[in-house]
């Protein structure tokens, strides 16, 4: 169970160098912070605070304040920190304005951290917000000692913060923070690599999965306790981020369980979000897709790997939680609201084997691209690990290492995934060999990889395969 503050160790150093620049230079620094819901960006910055061992203000937005409200709140916080020297002579304010002058004029003469949480609830209750903070900056704050952490979960709005065209802009560093790593997971947990890989692939790597996971249970064990209770994490957090981020039962939240479901082509989403009659319109899907892509980032996009270019693009749930939410646990909770909590694991269960072998694939290929960036893959030449396919699907190959994507310049090796109780077997290796001469670019030099969570069968011929990637060698590669 995550009792206690765990990795993030790279995060909390650029954190603590940004101090420091603060401290050496007795001006000021800003940093934005951005990251999707529950990934730990409060959790991660109050650690930061606690470890700074300098005065701090930290200031959570309320959704729907108003601005007299908000700024009244961020005044009333401020007279509890211990930032002023004479809390009663903080001033009250009906606008940002105001309440910046008030927290510049309250600042300490020496370093000090203010952190204003949830931001982009207070920039879409008051137009002008933006300009107020980047005036107050520009005037009052950026000559003082003070380390200014901006946070915020709607990516869109913190990126549009510092965009090019927006007040704040060229004023601040940008931190994107993700999950924790699989490293991570499996240390918090104190489980076993294979076991950290199935709790990654479970929590999405978010903390506020991972408090309520006992130490050392695996993670169909976890599913099995959690399903007595309908108001667990693993089910609270998915459903909160589909609130947060789609209110409405809209196009783009059926666009979304789409995507979650079996849909991972384009024609299958269109297909599966439309209504009885009709698929969704290109000129309506697209900019949805759009949107929950580049603005949202809850959906990637895996382009085919080869030395041509290729067809068609696949579209998967960004978080792991969350597709497996949609995917499984959303009709397993229907059950658990019905009393069936036996019969909700039954279908999770059934479900899960083929579930974890799809959803494994991109941490896969992530762990691969990390050991080839730090030199531990047999080919230094490598730029991108992806898979290819044709518009038939047939063959589709798991894994493709190239020198560069999505067009290549060189296919450097091609794999395949199996993340089974079973081990690869030779005739799962014919296979590949018979597969691999599809995909554009494959020659005979080209390498040959297998990913299996259960290792090599007996009397297979490993001589023919360069590489064996297991569960140590995936977590490692975050190490």
Known sequence: MLTSFVGRRSELALLKKRLDRVADSGTGVAVAIRGRRQVGKSRLVQEFCDQSRVPYLFFTAVKGASP????ADLLSELRKSDLPRDPELVPSATDWREAFRALAAALPDGPAIVVLDELPWLAEQ???FDGALQAAWDRLLA???????LLGSDLHMMRRLTAYDRPFYGRADNLVLGPLNPAETGAALGLADTDAVDAQLVSGGLPGILRAWPDGMPALAFLEQECADESSPVFGVPESTLLAEFPEPDQARRVLEAIGGAGRTYANIAAAAGSRSAVVPSGT???VLHRMTDDKQIVAIDHPLATLSGKPALYRVADSNLRLYLAVLRAATDLIRRGRSAAAFRLVE???ATWRGRAVEPLVRESLELA???GELPWPEIGAVGGWWNRQFDPEIDLVGVDKGPVANEIVFVGSIK???TP?????LAALHAAAPAVPGHTAHTGTVVASRSGFADGLDAASVDLLWGPTDLVNAWR
């Open 68 to 71: 007299v409200e908000a700024a």
């Open 126 to 128: 008051d137009e002008i």
């Open 143 to 149: 000559n003082r000692p003070v380390l200014l952490l």
């Open 285 to 287: 899907l697209s900019p």
């Open 350 to 352: 059934r479900r899960w």
């Open 372 to 374: 080839a960036a730090e």
């Open 419 to 421: 993340w089974l109780a």
């Open 424 to 428: 690869f077997d030779q005739r799962d």
